[in-house]
């Protein structure tokens, strides 16, 4: 017999408890998988596989509502996963998925599911390529009982594998060989169709509860989540629901017109025409100056140090400056380079290399933007802040820099880095807020004469954009993000 509902649940003195859950059914506000197999379908296997899921999710629903949810299952997994290479099934699923389920998580539901300290079970109908990086390493499940995918020489045939879809009776069955038939202190299962239906791996759990839709409570906090969530990659910002993908199918050729537009007005117009111009397509920029970003030394550029938003911060900078300014890079693709409207110096990641040819830019009386963490962040974080820029600078004036899209991210790491630039301008409405802090006089020279370490200056500037941001400071670094997403230290890229 089950047990009441989860507000019920006693979460007191279950340390050694172990726990068995649903994941769809339970930890999931939605358990609708279709979302989830359409950003597998575009970032693995690109536009016209997308398409063609989108065109099948007629079908899927019909399927659903007729109550044959396994083989609307079946349809998708074939149509999003046939013929891609399993290496890019796990890259989507390590580097993208995990923010949407995390987005997705019930913080009731995680409560009662994270009170229990013992071994943590998740029965799951999506296929365990796709849900199991993010069990296992955000939300420290010991086990995924979940859908096994055929596959052949490296690739995804589509079609389940001989245990078929985890979901009713087999659900139970490989619960039971997980476990070799040990019961489980907790069960957390869904009511939607029945718990008899639907939940029968609660019948090896000594405590069963159901988990109604309208219990599950709000999406999980930010500060609530067990491991921050602070590196994810692919293009689109919002859960592609079957509406929400017509919807961005349909904006697309717009979007790339009014790229095109932004990218003109951007590269033709004076600077006091070109914010108006920006405006009027549907671009939102607003700057705040809190001290003075006028030159104290005409011999002498000034330097402003920004967080990194997107791949445009430089061009921001120059636009809200009204004035020209000198871009510094390390991995600009060639089309970003002709693409932009300001001037750029290409780095080596040669420390003293580098450093000189920054000098010497300085020198010249040209204004240099710097962004020393290296690469883009998406989350209210700030990466580790490379000392060089105080080494080799007069002037400092850290500039909070913030970037909003509403449809598509302007980053990527395994996408096409060239069109950076082109996806955040297809935003319907594109947002960056700037603010230029109080200026910093000769940090070269204080560093230089010894009185003040280069790290200190950089962890202060760090610590003074994050504030005006309100993000967080982190020590991490481009490498690491690198090793998160893409499984390599990014060096080649």
Sequence with gaps: MLSPPTPTFFHGGRESHTIASSFEESLLLSHSHFPYFMLLALEAGGPLRSLLLLFASPIVRSLEFLGHGTLALRLMIFVSMVGLNVADIKAVARATLPRFYYENLG?????????????????ASTPSIMVEPFLREYLGVDLVVATGIRTFRGYCLGLVDSRGVVDGESGLEALRLATDGEMVEVGLGGSGGGAREHQPFMLLCRERYVVPSEDKGPPLQRDHRPKPLIFHDGRLVALPTPSDAMAVFLWAPVGLLLAVVRLLVGRILPYNMGLMAAALTGMNIRARFRGTCHHTCEARGTMYVCAHRTLMDPVIVSATLQRRVTAVTYSLSRV???????????????RLLDGERMKHTLARGQDLVVCPEGTTCREPYLLRFSPLFAEVAGDVVPVAIDARGSMFYGTTVRGHKGLDSIFFLMNPWPSYTVEFLDRLVDVGGRVERGEVPSCEVANRVQGEIGRALGFAGMNLTRRDKYRVLAGNDGCAS
């Design 336 to 350: 970003s380079e002709a693409l932009s409207p300001i001037l750029t110096v290409r780095l080596t990641r040669d």
């Design 107 to 123: 913080e009731r539901t995680y409560r009662a599911f994270s009170a229990c300290g013992g071994k943590r079970y998740v029965v």
